[in-house]
């Protein structure tokens, strides 16, 4: 890795370091150093979302690697192509920060959006570096659908069951833990850094006929409630469906937190969930959470119960709140 | 157009502004609002391509207003699209801001993406907002080379002519009105705001052979210097062959700059330069500058001459240097 930082080495000596040794796949036609990137879209229809990350917003350099910072910039936006029952297959970085940043830095969080993106089967095509006061990364994710249709958040229908695929409340526990001053349980804290979506389970549920489907990245109650609005439907789930490991119990014993408001509330592990059709047989990795009833909003308006009451404390995050 | 800051109206009032009206083109299958956005990709393969804009380093809200931010911002990746000789298609918006920004301000940001997209033939199909200290702007353009094979910057061959598309230096003469503390000649500062690149120049150029191309964004000599070292070639320019427009000398003789350093140095105008065959019929619009030559690199290690002689005075746009 170079040494010195990244107003040493300036813009040129940067790119260099981070577009060196980048793999490319099958996919990429045309890579890094172009006026532009050519991805292979053989479906005819390219899957496109953005996501901004900020320094002491959506990461703190004390309790994530640049390498971790890279996965989980990474991770969220493939999982959002992985929503749409897409496969994903190529992503562009923004990449803002400041002139004593080190060389290695950059080039570790430019090693973990690339290991990110050959778990999901992507490749790095692009990028942009700009001179910032605070570091700010901004990825752009595509995909392939592969000749499915899309899987969007309106097509829920009454009757349809609602699974989920991955970890739910991991990295919530593990931030609880961070924020504390502690760095175990190990699992938990992992899980905050570098978030692990079940990539594959994305196109598995949309080719087993999925009727919606979102990445859960405000909480599962919060996203469910987006998935809900967009269908005009309620959603109720069943609380015994969900798992609660022991560890993840013992932590929220020793910081004064029910672990299920984790595991109903907590963003960022970007699992999956989606509705399918009563009699659909599950893929692999899915497990059945709850089910989708008919418009009946709760006497707070939301549109998500569980156990056919409305979750009080849930709340998904935004992002201009205080 | 809404009253409050960004603050009061929150996360997803703010998505409810500047969604609120996008138009749709027959490309956008699903537009904003869900987990990704899905776009027409008729040609089998994508363009794709990503800039960072951040205030105080790329716009001032003092110089410019928001909706020419967003002109600028949407020109400068819709050209790079067009450089590649695609036609754009969609755009992703990724915004960071201050609790404490207009409402009316995100929203006429929206209105310069929208409209800037629909000169290109584009639309906006997604996003993300984010609260920070800074206003940073970043966009994804996405282009469909409709079969035409992508042009690069590493095509150049000896014998070719060099050709440009668009202005040059006019938002150079601009920026040095405006650091002045001026605010005309209008025609000048209005392009510093609002480049107007020659985006069916791109798909033109490419249908008629050229063999490199690239969008003038750091200068001409130094950007030509990328497509001369990507090709193994030697550049040299006609200074006869390129116009100082009567205006643009008077500028420069109140400011004390020769105006050829602002046509041969200046970035931003997002002209489009190229390289064809000697014997290419020329599109309309492009306009003969220069002949690339066997490589030879000229005394200070530089491969682009003007009239024979290293442009001394030339240099690019370092984002870390000082």
Chains 1, 2 share one sequence.
């Not at 829920?156 to 990295?171: F, I, N």
């Not at 020793?254 to 595991?263: E, K, L, N, R, Y």
């Not at 970007?270 to 692999?284: E, I, N, R, Y």
Request: proline residues 6%; contains cysteine.
């Amino acid at each position: 890795m170079q040494q010195g930082t990244l107003g040493e080495v300036g813009e040129f000596g940067l790119i260099k370091v981070l577009t060196g040794g980048l793999p490319r796949t099958p996919a990429v036609q045309v890579g890094p150093g172009d006026d532009a990137a050519v991805v292979a879209a053989p479906d005819g229809r390219v899957v496109a979302t953005t996501d901004v990350l900020l320094e002491g917003r959506h990461f703190r350099r004390d309790w994530s690697t640049a390498y971790d910072v890279g996965r989980k910039a990474a991770a969220q936006n493939l999982a959002d192509v992985a929503a749409m029952g897409a496969a994903p297959t190529a992503l562009l970085l923004g990449l803002v920060a400041p002139a004593d940043l080190s060389v290695t830095w950059a080039g570790e969080l430019m090693d973990g959006l690339r290991d990110e993106c050959q778990v999901a089967g992507a490749a790095v095509v692009g990028g942009d570096v700009v001179r910032g006061d605070t570091i700010m990364v901004s990825i752009t994710a595509l995909g392939d659908l592969q000749g499915r249709a899309p899987v969007t958040r309106s097509g829920a229908r009454p009757g349809d069951v609602v699974a989920v695929a991955g970890w739910l409340g991991w990295s919530a526990a593990g931030l609880a833990v961070l924020s504390r001053g502690f760095r175990s349980p190990r699992a938990f804290v992992e899980a905050h850094r570098r978030p692990e979506p079940p990539y594959h389970a994305g196109p598995a549920a949309a080719t087993l006929g999925a009727t919606a489907m979102m990445d859960v990245s405000d909480g599962l109650v919060a996203d469910l409630g987006h998935i809900a609005a967009a269908s005009g439907v309620h959603i109720d789930l069943r609380a015994e469906r969900f798992d609660v490991p022991a560890q993840m119990a013992d932590i929220g014993h020793a910081v004064g937190v029910d672990p299920m408001q984790w595991v109903l509330t907590g963003g960022e592990d970007h699992a999956l969930v989606a509705t399918f059709p009563p009699d659909a047989d599950l893929p692999a990795r899915w497990r059945r959470v709850g089910q989708v009833l008919k418009a009946a909003t709760t006497p707070d308006g939301g549109r998500v119960t569980v156990d056919g009451a409305p979750w009080t404390t849930a709340g998904g995050w935004d992002h201009f709140g205080d």
